[in-house]
């Protein structure tokens, strides 16, 4: 027995009395999150935001749409920054 089998071999046995559906997989999670909390306009959702971050002692800087700077790399390693940060905007 290898190690990869052996490793497996520990899990399923750790597993082994856990409850699962016929497929032998584990039950699905319902995903129903909201999509909306409360009626906040789209600064005050920023300033929550912000406030969260803030929270787990991130540095923020907050600027405007135009002054957001070009990103440092490859546009394929940055493209969800430029889509969530410049609208309109995607990865060339």
Do not use: F, K, W
Request: include cysteine.
């Amino acid at each position: 027995m290898n190690s990869r089998e052996l490793t497996l071999t520990r899990i399923r046995q750790a597993l082994g009395d856990r409850p699962h559906n016929g497929a032998g997989h584990e039950p699905a999670v319902a995903r129903d999150y909201a999509h909306e909390h409360g009626n906040r306009t789209h600064e005050e959702t920023v300033d929550l935001l912000v406030e969260t971050l803030q929270d787990y002692r991130a540095v923020v800087h907050r600027t405007t749409n135009a002054r957001v700077p070009e990103p440092p790399g490859p546009p394929s390693q940055t493209a969800g920054i430029i889509q969530g940060c410049r609208p309109g905007r995607t990865a060339r």
